[in-house]
Each structure stands twice: as structure tokens, then as C-alpha cells.
């Protein structure tokens, strides 16, 4: 059996020497192979924690709107519910000096109530000889007001890919949530400023064509918003306001609407509202028709394509539907028709 070694098995019983030297064997063992394996894993489990910490933080940020980090909804998911609290809403735009493009938001800013449904415009510029791909990070400030922040049509959902010496008009279509008006921690915003910076990107996943926005086909859905944000303060489909009905204005003849003042240039006009004469229309009034009142134009011409493919689906007998009428729109007399 051996000597007794004075120790006790786990059991209660005397441990021989045999048994006592193996332990003690096993013992530094661990101590030679043990503490290194555990730093191993430790170490591997750091650098799978640190190579997935941006996904995760990306991912806690679009769930909470930390570091102001917008929402995305898809049109289904979006509120209809629209507040009588305003926000003012201001534009900015940045590239890494490493993107040969310029970059810049259409307007400076809007004014709209929350929940409203409204489209704007960036415009990027490749000014390089070759096509490239980047990408756009994007917040919103004050950072609180991230959660709030929920974008429907976005050029940043994406890695775009923009060919060289092209220009795009990029639209971005948002909403604030009118639960804002319902947060006390948000009683003291009026302001929210949202800021994108587009980034050389060299992923290799496969990414848009920003060409889509221009050579693509005409999006009346998306017309029929930027209507409703920019021309319905002024024109209905299917009633006279500050300018005449729209509804069935392809195919009628300029100045022809029943009981609406024209100006003298409109009345005396001698033609019949199309697709060319409409974009002409929006694109400057006055430079189509030298006397024309509506002081109101669209620089945009993806924009100005929209409502016009819009305006095609609207016909007399279907237009029912007032326009709402959006806050921030300008008054603009003496429109087309």
C-alpha cells in the first residue's frame, strides 16, 4: 500500500503515497498548461469581441438612437398620424477628404410638423476619371433626438456607386415622430440638424448605382410627396386655391380653367399644358412665360420629373382627394393650368 502520505481522499480516506505524488503531478501540470490556455481564450475572446464591437455599437445605436443614429422604417411601418408641433429640420453635408466628390443638400432646411412625410434632396458630384463606390454615415443633433428621427428613402441604406464626371439628385425621404411632442426630455427641441458624410468605400460588397435616381423610371409616388411638401400650400387636384385645379392639366390648354384669374400672360397663352411644357413650367416661370405671377420654381430636375409622372395619374373625375396642405409650403400664386 504504501506510506500513509497524512492526507484524506475526497472520500474520507487515507491517501498512500503513490496517489498523493500523482496529484501533485496533475497539480503542475495545470499550473504549466492551465494558466496560459486561459489567457488564450481570454485574448481570443477579446479580439472577437473587438472585431464585432462596431456591428454590435451600429446595431445598439439603431435600436436606441444613441449618438443620434436615425431610425429606418419601411412606407408600412410609418406613422400616419401627423402633430400640430412644428420642428425646424437643417441639412448638412461632409466628405472624407480621401472621396473626390462634392457633396451638398438641395435646401438648407424645412420647416414640418411631426409626423409629416417629407422628401428632400442631396446632390453628390464624382469629379474624379473613374467610378467609385462610398458610403454615408449619417446622424442627427441633438443626439436625443435620434430615436425620433425615422427615414423611410435614404442614398445612405446603401453603398452607392457614382460614375466619373457624373452628378446625381439624391432623395431622402423622412418623418419625426410625433411621439417626440410626448417625451418631456424633448419639450425644449425645436431645432434638429441632420448630417451625412460620404466615405471612399472598399468593402467589395456589391452596391447601388446612384444613376438609378436619373436614369431610372419616373416615381409619381414619390411626386405626389414632394407635391404635397412643396406645391400643395398653393394647388389642390380637384379645387382652385391661390393657383387653379390641377386634376386633368396634361392635355388642357394653358389658362383655360372656368372663373380662375390668370395672369394676363397665362390667359393670352396659346398652348396645351404636356410633359415638356410642364417641366419648363416648374423650372422658371417667368423664363418660360415673360409676365408669368407664380414666383415659385423647382431646380430639380428628378424632382420636377416626379410630380409631373404625378400629375399624369391624376384625371378630373379622380380627384376627390384634397392635397394636405404641409406647413412650410410658400405662397406661390398664379400657377400652371
Request: proline fraction near 8%.
Amino acid at each position: 500500500m504504501g506510506q500513509r502520505t497524512g492526507e484524506l481522499s475526497p472520500h474520507g480516506l487515507p491517501l498512500y503515497w503513490p496517489y498523493g505524488r500523482q496529484r501533485k503531478k496533475m497539480a503542475g501540470r495545470l499550473r504549466q498548461y492551465g494558466i496560459p490556455l486561459a489567457l488564450m481564450i481570454m485574448v481570443a475572446g477579446m479580439t472577437g469581441l473587438v472585431s464585432y464591437s462596431v456591428t454590435l455599437y451600429r446595431l445598439f445605436c439603431q435600436v436606441t438612437g444613441a449618438g443620434g443614429t436615425t431610425q429606418r422604417v419601411t412606407e408600412d411601418e410609418a406613422t400616419q398620424a401627423v402633430s400640430s408641433r412644428m420642428v425646424t429640420v437643417f441639412f448638412n453635408a461632409d466628405v472624407s477628404p480621401k472621396l473626390p466628390w462634392r457633396f451638398r443638400p438641395l435646401q438648407r432646411s424645412v420647416k414640418v410638423r411631426l409626423g409629416q412625410q417629407v422628401p428632400i434632396f442631396y446632390e453628390a458630384e464624382n469629379t474624379s476619371d473613374q467610378d467609385i463606390v462610398g458610403h454615408a454615415t449619417f446622424n442627427v443633433t441633438p443626439d436625443k433626438a435620434g430615436i425620433y428621427f425615422k427615414k423611410i428613402e435614404c442614398f445612405c441604406f446603401t453603398e452607392e456607386r457614382l460614375a466619373a464626371h457624373r452628378s446625381v439628385q439624391m432623395p431622402v425621404l423622412f418623418y419625426v415622430d410625433p411621439a417626440m411632442a410626448n417625451d418631456p426630455a424633448m419639450q425644449d427641441v425645436d431645432q434638429i440638424t441632420l448630417s451625412y458624410t460620404f466615405f471612399r468605400s472598399e468593402t467589395g460588397q456589391t452596391p447601388a448605382d446612384l444613376a438609378r435616381f436619373h436614369d431610372g423610371p419616373p416615381d409619381a409616388a414619390l411626386g405626389k410627396k414632394i407635391f404635397a411638401a412643396q406645391c400643395s400650400g398653393c394647388h389642390e387636384m380637384g379645387t382652385d386655391k391661390e393657383g387653379p385645379r390641377l386634376a386633368g392639366i396634361i392635355g388642357r390648354k394653358a389658362g383655360s380653367v372656368p372663373g380662375y384669374p390668370y395672369s394676363k400672360a397665362l390667359a393670352a397663352a396659346d398652348f396645351i399644358w404636356d410633359e415638356g411644357h410642364l417641366d419648363r413650367w416648374l423650372a422658371g416661370p417667368a423664363a418660360m412665360l415673360p409676365g408669368a405671377a407664380m414666383p415659385m420654381s423647382i431646380d430639380n430636375p428628378v424632382a420636377r420629373r416626379d410630380i409631373i409622372a404625378y400629375l399624369k395619374q391624376v384625371m378630373p373625375g379622380k380627384a376627390t382627394e384634397a392635397t394636405p396642405r404641409p406647413p412650410t409650403a410658400p405662397v406661390d400664386r398664379k400657377g400652371p393650368g
